[in-house]
């Protein structure tokens, strides 16, 4: 999460000079340790980029990762035409999945 902040803290220029070099790369760190949110930055960057096969798979790995934000990116891709609709089939099973686990692990905890 630290990380995260960080890339925002550069991005935005707050508190550091803005720079989108250092953004990326602490979003790369985050999202690599697993944060979600960093994953759906990098997907914003890519998709605002043109890259969209970049940007479904950082979009793709924060749906797996039950990031509602994520797939309504993948879904708006999908409507536009720079995806096809299997991946945004594929990245909604991987959803409610993550989802579907967690509050499998929510239910055990509250058993406890």
Request: hydrophobic residues 40%; aromatic residues 12%; contains cysteine.
């Amino acid at each position: 999460n630290a990380q995260n902040s960080l890339g925002f803290s550069y991005v935005n220029g707050y508190g550091v000079r803005a720079s989108l070099s250092m953004a990326v790369r602490y979003w790369v760190e985050a999202a690599k340790g697993g944060h979600y949110l960093s994953r759906y930055n990098l997907g914003i960057l890519e998709r605002d980029n043109g890259n969209f096969d970049l940007a479904l798979a950082h979009f793709s790995i924060g749906a797996e990762m039950g990031y509602e934000d994520s797939l309504t990116a993948i879904l708006g891709m999908c409507v536009n035409g720079f995806v096809a609709k299997s991946d945004y089939a594929k990245a909604l099973k991987g959803y409610q999945e993550a989802k579907a686990e967690m509050a499998t692990e929510s239910r055990k905890a509250a058993a406890r």
